[in-house]
């Protein structure tokens, strides 16, 4: 099955990049995802990005996809104390009944001021 | 962005009761739901899949008699958990994908506590 891997923890000062890497098994997914969870709450989706683009652009955020080395990353600029929070990348398959979603592991970004 | 309300947040039972979760999908009609479980600093777990007005897919090794699903219309699916033990406390949350079936979006998250 797919297996989606991230680092555990990331720190940054406010006000810099942060950039947030992923790496997954099965490349046969459509769409790669990007959730932010805050403490005690459930997923906000950030973004998502189409298997066939290299790249996408939301305002802050930046996801870069390289399927030859089957890479996410999610580039957050100018971080913000409120961006701090646990991000998960998710992968997507097509088709079949469930299309269900496989987790990566989580990174938690910690903002310092 | 569409919303999908989970109920209660929290809940504290006693050991051998049984918990129901609610999982609305606001504006938007659901055609399949997830239920996933989240242990502390660790990833979502999916546990079970429902599509409305049909039987729940469970991942292997998830008790399906011990979670129960029912996703009886397209903006309601329910989790029982049965004779719930300290073990099965845990963080629940649901997600529910409408037709166009891109997008995901997720309750709040409901904290079972049993004691």
């Known amino acids: 099955g797919e297996d989606v891997e991230q680092s555990l923890f990331l720190s940054v000062r406010e006000g810099d990049s942060s950039v947030i890497n992923c790496t997954y098994t099965?490349?046969?997914?459509?769409?790669l995802y990007w959730y932010k969870q805050e403490p005690g709450a459930g997923l906000q989706l950030l973004t998502y990005?189409?298997?066939?683009?290299d790249m996408k652009q939301d305002q802050r955020l930046t996801v870069l996809l390289n399927k030859k080395d089957k890479h996410l990353s999610l580039r957050i600029a100018d971080t913000q104390t409120g961006d701090s929070a646990i991000y998960f990348c998710a992968g997507k398959g097509y088709g079949g009944a469930t299309n269900k979603l496989i987790f990566g592991t989580g990174t938690l970004l910690a903002v310092q001021p | 962005g569409a919303v999908v309300s989970q109920h209660p947040s929290r809940v504290i039972c006693k050991s051998g009761t049984s918990v129901k979760i609610e999982c609305r999908s606001l504006?938007?009609?659901?055609?399949?739901m997830f239920w996933y479980r989240q242990f502390p600093k660790q990833s979502l777990m999916l546990m079970a899949t429902?599509?409305?007005?049909?039987?729940?897919?469970?991942e292997q090794g998830v008790e399906k008699d011990k979670f129960l699903i029912n996703h009886a219309s397209l903006t309601l699916s329910t989790l029982t958990v049965t004779s719930a033990h300290p073990e099965d406390s845990s963080f629940y949350i649901c997600?529910?994908?409408?037709?166009?079936?891109?997008?995901?979006?997720f309750g709040q998250g409901t904290r079972l506590t049993v004691v």
């Open positions: 429902s599509n409305e007005g049909s039987k729940a897919t469970y």
């Open positions: 990005i189409f298997s066939n683009m």
């Open positions: 099965d490349s046969s997914s459509t769409y």
């Open positions: 504006d938007f009609q659901a055609t399949t």
């Open positions: 997600s529910a994908r409408d037709k166009s079936n891109t997008e995901a979006f």
